[in-house]
């Protein structure tokens, strides 16, 4: 038989030089573009407090229980012609102490707890930037009513301003997150759920349908644009103002093919059509992704889109309408015009 | 209360050892269902994990294409569901089985065919569900089924309906069992095993068929009000119509939160089974673990909005289902440290059964760490639906159940063999299996902190989960070489393997008196009880002094030809058959639900009536 403290010993040596390897190579780079351990947003800092108190609390318990666990097992490893141990059934007096510890202990983080939870979920500041979030599959729909801005898949908000994030769910439950601003709320059907944030920071972030709903759940995503002051007001005021008209030859044909065609039945180019099914597309060529932030919103990927949706994003309800090259390629010339 | 399977007719000893494929249909016999209960979970176990490793493929890599968007969402739903339902649920019934009626010094459950059926309307479930990938349309709506993506609506196909469908009738299957098993353990004991005698294993087990059968008929509504809104197109989850979604989230959790003690205390029963053993020495708070088990299983009725802290309940239950969800964390804790403080002072002999429990203990630790830093709502904000939460509940499932019921495996084999599983195999078996399950689920915790969702099937490269995927599935693989090295050692043992005889650990419970394997009718004489540890204050004394309890006298040939026991039944299985035609029949023609209805009552009015005797010849 083999000693087993002997082969446990070198067995956690080896875990520890791959994965002290593995660290190496790459590291646990904390800082990547959905973390949510370096929160920029007040909610994120509150969440991330808590969970800070309550790694360092588990922390301690794991290295006591891991390490009396490993202790006893040497200490009271079986020798050779031993007796029969001393048969205890208990000790009251420590079973009820540490009953009692981990009690105060769950006092500890659960008092924090509670208290976040309520000043989380408190109503919104009167100067709060109301935005209406619509999670359809498998992309989302942004509107500003106090503005009256209509976008999709990109959500503009300015450092320091406090956020409101109404959820309106028509299809299916979703869930609105970006991860580096804070958690998550689910978007369901028929309720409307909130999310309350002030941006800390200027930046472009990552959000992500986190609730499974089908079989593009993966492309459920979209970007989340903190902007500083400045750029703030340019925004808003490019999105306020009507669709630009196309100039060029090949953006004008584009306009014309878009509004005789079935595109209108679905989408909204202000001036234009009033579908509602699809995206907002008045600014489309603002935007920096498409398909739900799964692509760069270049020419090569548009045309790649119309041509053939279900192809580049699995289920995609946009139908494929038999678009041929020139026309995909006067229709993205138009769409990409409005900037 | 010796013979209590008695008053059927029949059932002379020798004809039930009868052997062939029939013999194995037919059985009544308790340790023949367990071994079958046992060998199906494990094949239903390896397709689970086949699942597994091919979504692990899938996300070795970013933007990789081995598999479709769809393949993966049925690979995912697939691989829970059958985890859950037809791996580590049946598998601790293989143990229930085989188990509760040797530890309690009975001779078989209390309805031994009522036993068989459970087994046979469970494999009907399986087989049913695993049929669907003969049909393209494998269930593809999560283990969890939320509504409204689950509605007619939002999935046409028959995907949703075998998912449904196949629950139903494993429902059928767990309840059947759970009240035959709280009757056994409550009616079934030996003389003196009083309720605080039974060893911890039973009372686990006993704890366990409680939340069965309190927990399944909640998702036995919902799937009904589900079955109800797919085929006859009532509204009871439509938000057009003014339902809430939420009502299947509830009606599932209610279900879904005992569950997961369903999945986690046989092992935890196995546990306290395995460490005393091979310590040499009792429990530590035998009581105070017991009733941390139940106070578990009470409490895990109060928490199970604990799923659904993103969906909007408001401060009020959130704040509530946290601080009770915190509570179960203190009896849970409390049960480590008892485990903990079973080996302190003991002499401890590293078997592979031990080595597993070892595992139990401190890979179940950091999964219940980490569950307490979700029973926080705003980190759970942060945490639900990330590879966090995946790494934290294979910690807890896998981490917990799996290497508990490996234990258990490698402890009670000789005793359901009548032969030793190879020790050196075994102990390869469980540091390959450490390894590989650190190295798949650690990881994630890391991934989930960096943003990484569940139940995606591709990611993009710039987001940098790349490596520690990677890592991830090369850990999966040597879990799956683990598994490996488990076959080899139960083919290679199972002819040229050590005879074990009736208690090769030095062991504390009745299970071990008796012959490996045991005779078909168990106890030849059936033992008077002391203590829990019945079987070494026999053989050692209590160790302070009091002399060694009375070893049941030995049985006569006279005595054993006067033990009667059930014959073979062929019902059980022909109504579990008839069961799933009824219910198969709503996917291809209502005609096939009325015949298979129609077959499923004449089967039910034959099996119970197989042994009446009409009033007069009675006694």
Known sequence: MTNPARLALSLLLLAVLVGGTGCGLVGWDWDTKMTTVIPKSDFGRMTHDIFMLISWWTLGIFIVVEAGLLYVCWRFRDRPGAPIPKQVHGHTVLELSWTIAFAVILVIIGIPTIRVIFKTQEAPAATALHIDVTGKQWWWDFRYPGLKIHTANEVHMVVGQTVAF?????????????????????VVPGR????????????????????????????????AIVHDKAGWEKWVASQQAPPLEPKDELA????????????????????????????NLSHFGSRGTLAGAILPNTPANLTKWI???AHVKPGALMPNLGMRDEQTKALAAYLLSLK | MATQAAFMPGGATKEAVATGVWSWITTVDHKRIGILYGVSAFIFFLIGGIEALIMRLQLARPDNDLVSAQTFNELFTMHGTTMVFLAIMPLSAAFFNFMIPLQIGARDVAFPRLNALSYWIFIAGGLFLNSSFLFGAAPDGG????????????????????WMLGLQILGIASMLAGFNFIVTIVNMRAPGMTLMRMPVFIWMSLVVQFLVVLAFPAITVALILLMFDRFFGT??????AGADPLLWQHLFWIFGHPEVYILILPAMGIVSEVLPTFARKPLFGAPVVIYSGIMIGFFGFGVWSHHMFSVGMGPVADAVFSIATMLIAVPTGVKILNWISTLWGGSIRFTSALLFSLGFIAMFTMGGLSGVMHASPPVDLQQTDTYFVVAHFHYVLFGGSIFGLFSGFYYWWPKMTGRLLDERLGKLHF???????????????YLGLIGMPRRIYTYAADLNWGFWNMVSTIGSFIIALSILVFIVNALKTRRSGQVAGPDPWDARTLEWAIPSPPPIYNFATIPTVHGRDELWLQKHGDGHGGAPTPKPAPATAKDIAAIHMPPPSYWPILLALALTVMLSGLLISYYQVIIGGLLTVYCMFKFALEYHRPAQEAH
């Open chain 1, 166 to 186: 109404h959820l309106h769910g028509p299809d299916v439950i979703h869930s609105f997150w970006i991860p580096q601003l804070g958690g998550k709320r689910d």
């Open chain 1, 192 to 223: 409307v759920n909130r999310i309350i944030l002030t941006p800390e920071t200027p930046g472009e972030y990552i959000g992500q349908c986190a609730e499974y709903c089908g079989v593009s759940h993966a492309n459920m995503r979209f970007r």
């Open chain 1, 252 to 279: 004008v044909k584009g306009k014309e093919i878009f509004s005789q065609s079935a595109c209108v039945g679905c989408h909204t180019i202000a001036g234009v059509s009033a579908g509602v099914l699809g995206p």
């Open chain 1, 307 to 309: 041509e053939n949706p």
């Open chain 2, 143 to 162: 283990w969890f089924g939320y509504t409204t993506l689950t509605t007619r609506q939002f999935s046409q196909g028959a995907n949703i309906d075998f």
């Open chain 2, 235 to 240: 509204l009871f989850y439509a938000p057009a």
């Open chain 2, 431 to 445: 540091w390959l299996m450490l390894i590989g399950f650190n190295m798949t689920f650690f990881p994630q915790h």
